[in-house]
């Protein structure tokens, strides 16, 4: 079988051929041994259990109208036909008996559990007033919508701009900031989209082959990679399933990256094996001013001289010391590097970047590895997101909103790549606003976030949130403390249009509502997806559409314009109207491909699922600037050509090319940004030691701690009671087959992994008294504690603990509200002014439901749940939140109790404030919020990025 993605799905020989997807034909299985024949329509769809968008298949029975099992789809170019686990749980989804299946409102007090069924007309109308009210009354930013997993983004900010507001939260700060921040830096765009399949040698620094972002896509290259010869090296503290692929495993301390890093990049620098052509060419290094050197009017020659002496300090020695990775390995690695050159691909997203204080240092330490072996932008080395994503253009934009919402671009983070959405609860405490109207989407702060009880006492203040609806396709933990329950689908339910950076190519593909679709083909008319989805499940896309309405009935607002239908004016915007306009005219090569088969460019999308727009994807950079760009332009003294005032190419080699969308143009291997915006120490690539360094854990315990610089790194208090061991707790790894709050209501993939124990090294379990693998263990954060049982594993790093994230679910009604075969029954009470306790009352047990398999559940775990005992730790720079703890470890005393937790948030808001003096507040240059030409989230027009004088 070859892996090559062929239009055709050839490439997948045993996957239905498109020809019989209206009628393909299995055996039962549970007629055996009859052969008995089941026919079912496959109806392409989009995976919505993490943001890689693989292809499913629908399997809908033709006999009872339902889908009985998903699969991968073949035609879809990134996932090529193949899924992970999580990809087929979708038919649990979709048929879990305690699923949201009706609008509900509560009916006694916040956080209360009480619920009844309410009608979409209501929800409307009661939304739409309290909306329109705001707005008209200058409150627009007391509009928020907080999106969780991401889709429907398109209509989303069409949405919010037509409403005229700032509103827009997500919860990337929480996710992917950092290393987002470590890439634009370098060249605008904020994500790697590596080309694994044709490398020579590949660096991940994560598990990113098992449960990475875009992991399924990405493992399936990196396989294709290591098949055609590449090899394979892993920073990783744990020695995760894709370590044990790896030709190098590097087991670095926490934190300690971009040290590494920088001593292989000191090895390709003092070895001469650079690309110094590439560096010449693509990096603003006449830019670089470093101690004392000025690169202006010097040889290139010189510049390298200067950077050697630079990055002198980082020797494998050092990098040694500091990660615990041996030198020869270092070295070895950075030659093999070396070697590749151009076809040198790596991936960074979470890991040491959403893990540490300074976690974007890595990103753009890595970033200078490639920049050495000129492997940006070349086959099989790093791309830019940018170049392999597809955005289509919509018709009649909104234009951007006139305001500036300072609940989610403070001013104390200008250089945050995302809203500073998990420091909410605090903005509140301290007065800076509030909210009227919040939409949370697949969205469960409460549970996913750190500090979740501060998200409990903000949910339940009803002076802070007035009105909260939560936008989801299963009960959670955050959903207990809203006003309205609204069900929204899954991906057979609900209408996305997907586009990632998954290969070297560039796609779309479109998630859509089966059942449908199939009635519609069919020849039924509906008007909304509700009326075909079980119970009254909608999506998103007719919901906003509909909401936007009531806010604006007659127009007088301006607001309806934009959910008008492009082809029938005056009449509501249909999702048919929606998604066909930009697959008629933004879509290149869809209109062509789709005539050829008699389709139009809508029907093939039905058809398919998905269509590869192009695979020209390499060096963009090097693409000449556009005619019309060119007239008019002129050649600025640094080689930038401007037209107007605003960068539109730079001279290489006597030619005008677009290069990057970065102030100079070229690559920054010098950043005046951060020079500009107070962090002159940070203007090339630095390690930046992370806040569980050791010498931090020192200065906790009052010792005397070599190079702890309180300047950038805060002191941990500890509680008073807090007691043990200082580790580090690795907190952000994840069991492959989980999905944040969704694998809830997924029993396959419950059943397969249902506990988060803490991982102990031997050494450190013979360190805190002979630990034994099931011993109860309680850890203590700055905050409060956790209690759990200890797994003795050589697989970590001494001196590091670990906890898989995604379990821990728990529920306060015995009977419902967040699935009983995930969850266990707590007793939850705030025993003082902000002070929380959890005891387990019940864990997982068979049950009777309409599914009859819930009473086989066999386990009895549901784990427990550490991220609501974490701080809130906001990088000064990127604004990330720091997932990795310093904490305290020690056997369990005998009033403790499996899953107990206990927190105080007036604690939690001391780290807050300590966390937030590191900061360097705007303004920057010219009275500016943030940098003109880094990227903001929906973004607002250009005059509300200065700071108004009062
Ligand atoms: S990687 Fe798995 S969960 Fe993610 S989209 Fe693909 S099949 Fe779904």
Redesign the pocket.
């Known amino acids: 079988m070859s892996n090559e993605f062929k239009r055709d799905g050839s490439h997948l020989a045993y996957c239905p051929p498109v020809e019989k997807w209206e009628d393909w034909v299995e055996l039962d299985p549970e007629a055996w041994p009859r052969r008995v024949e089941k026919h079912y329509d496959l109806v392409p769809t989009i995976?919505f259990?993490?943001e890689?968008?693989?292809g499913l298949l629908a399997y809908v029975n033709k006999e009872t109208g339902q889908v009985d099992k998903f699969e991968g789809n073949p035609m879809h170019p990134a996932?090529r036909g193949r899924?992970?686990a999580?990809?087929p749980a979708t038919i649990n989804q979709i048929h879990d008996p305690d699923r949201v299946l009706y609008p509900m409102k509560r009916v006694g007090a916040r956080g209360a559990g009480k619920w009844a069924r309410t009608s979409w007309d209501e929800v409307l109308e009661t939304f739409g007033s309290r909306i329109r009210k705001a707005i008209l009354e200058e409150r627009g930013e007391e509009v928020m919508y907080h999106v969780g997993r991401p889709g429907h983004d398109f209509i989303m900010d069409r949405t919010l701009q037509a409403w005229g507001i700032d509103g827009h939260n997500s919860h990337t700060n929480v996710c992917s900031s950092s290393a987002r921040l470590g890439y634009l830096l370098w060249h605008y765009a904020d994500r790697p989209s590596p080309d694994h399949a044709n490398a020579r040698f590949i660096l991940l620094l994560s598990a990113h082959l098992e449960s990475g972002h875009y992991?399924?896509p990405h493992a399936q290259r990196i396989i294709d990679g290591k098949m055609a010869g590449a090899k394979l090296a892993v920073m990783d503290p744990r020695l995760s399933n894709t370590a044990s692929m790896a030709d190098y495993w590097m087991p670095t301390y926490p934190g300690t990256e971009a040290a590494v890093l920088l001593a292989m990049a000191k090895v390709i620098l003092d070895e001469n094996r650079f690309d110094a052509a590439f560096v010449k060419n693509w990096t603003n290094w006449e830019d670089i001013e470093v101690d004392g050197f000025r690169a202006k009017g010097q040889s290139f020659e010189v510049m390298i001289e200067t950077l050697k002496k630079h990055y002198a300090k980082f020797t494998p020695q050092f990098a040694e010391k500091e990660s615990g990775v041996k030198a020869e390995i270092i070295v070895k690695t950075a030659r093999e590097i070396a070697s590749a050159g151009s076809r040198f691909a790596s991936h960074l997203w979470r890991g040491s970047a959403s893990g540490n204080l300074g976690g974007w240092q890595p990103a753009r330490a890595l970033m200078l590895l490639h920049v050495l072996t000129g492997s940006v932008g070349t086959e099989g080395g790093h791309n830019l997101n940018a170049w392999n994503k597809f955005v289509p253009k919509a018709f009649k934009v909104p234009p951007p909103q006139k305001r500036w919402n300072e609940l989610l671009y403070p001013q104390e983070w200008p250089l945050c790549t995302h809203e500073m959405s998990f420091l909410l609860p605090h903005f509140l405490k301290e007065g800076r606003g509030r909210i009227e109207a919040y939409f949370t989407r697949v969205f469960n702060p409460v549970w996913t976030f750190p500090d979740g009880f501060s998200w409990i006492e903000m949910l339940r203040d009803e002076e802070k949130v007035g009105l909260h609806a939560a936008l989801t396709p299963t009960w959670s933990e955050t959903a207990w403390f809203a006003d309205y329950v609204l069900p929204m689908g899954f991906s057979s339910e609900r209408h996305d249009l997907m586009s990632m950076e998954s290969y070297a190519g560039k796609w779309i593909g479109f998630r859509q509502p089966v059942t449908r679709v199939l009635r519609e083909r069919a020849g039924e008319k509906f008007e909304y997806t509700y009326q075909t989805n079980p119970g009254e499940v909608w999506e998103e896309d007719e919901f906003w559409i509909d909401l936007s309405w009531k806010i604006d009935p007659d127009g007088a607002m301006g607001i309806r314009q934009y959910f008008e239908s492009p082809y029938r004016p005056g009449e509501k915007l249909t999702v048919d109207d929606y998604y066909g306009w930009m697959f008629d005219n933004s879509v290149p090569g869809l209109p062509e491909t789709a005539k050829k088969e008699g389709l139009t460019p809508l029907q093939y999308m039905r058809k398919y699922g998905a269509f590869e727009i192009t695979r020209d994807v390499y060096k963009q950079n090097e693409r000449p600037v556009a005619a019309a760009d060119l007239a008019d332009s002129r050649v600025e003294s640094n080689g930038v050509v401007t037209k107007a005032g605003k960068p539109v190419g730079v001279m290489v080699d006597d030619k005008a090319v677009v290069g990057y969308n970065t102030p100079s143009r070229k690559l920054e291997l010098f950043s005046k940004t951060m020079a500009d915006w107070k962090w002159p120490e940070f203007t090339l690539p630095e390690y930046y030691r992370s806040h569980i360094h050791r010498s931090a854990q020192a200065a906790s315990q009052g010792q005397e701690a070599d190079d702890f610089d309180p300047k950038y790194t805060p002191v941990v208090e500890w509680p008073k009671d807090s007691r043990g061991d200082v580790y580090t707790l690795l907190p952000i790894f994840r069991l492959p087959n989980l999905?944040h709050t969704r694998s809830g209501n997924a029993k396959f993939l419950y059943e397969i992994s249902h506990k988060n124990p803490l991982w102990v090294n031997p050494v450190d379990a013979k360190r805190l008294g002979g630990v034994r693998t099931g011993d109860l263990m309680k850890v203590h954060t700055e905050i409060g504690y956790f209690v759990l049982h200890a797994w003795v594993t050589e697989g970590l790093t001494p001196g590091v603990v670990a906890c898989s994230h995604h379990l821990g679910r728990w529920r306060i009604n015995k009977e419902d509200q967040v699935e009983r075969m995930s969850s266990a029954w707590v007793d939850l009470r705030e025993v003082g002014k902000g002070q929380w306790k959890m005891r387990q009352l019940e864990s997982v047990t068979p049950y009777e439901s309409a599914d009859p398999e819930t009473k086989r559940v066999w386990w009895s775990d549901a784990g427990v749940h550490q991220d609501i005992t974490f701080p809130v730790h906001p990088d000064p720079v990127s604004g990330m939140h720091c997932w990795h703890q310093m904490v305290r470890v020690e056997k369990a005393g005998v009033d403790d109790r499996y899953g107990d937790i206990f927190v105080d948030t007036n604690l939690s808001f001391a780290v807050y404030q300590r966390w937030k003096a590191l900061a360097r507040p705007a303004p920057g240059p010219g009275g500016l919020r943030r940098p003109l030409w880094i990227p903001r989230v929906v973004r607002p027009e250009e005059a509300a990025f200065y700071i108004k004088k009062e």
């Open positions: 995976c259990n993490c890689s968008a693989c996932s899924l992970c999580k990809g992991f399924n999905i």
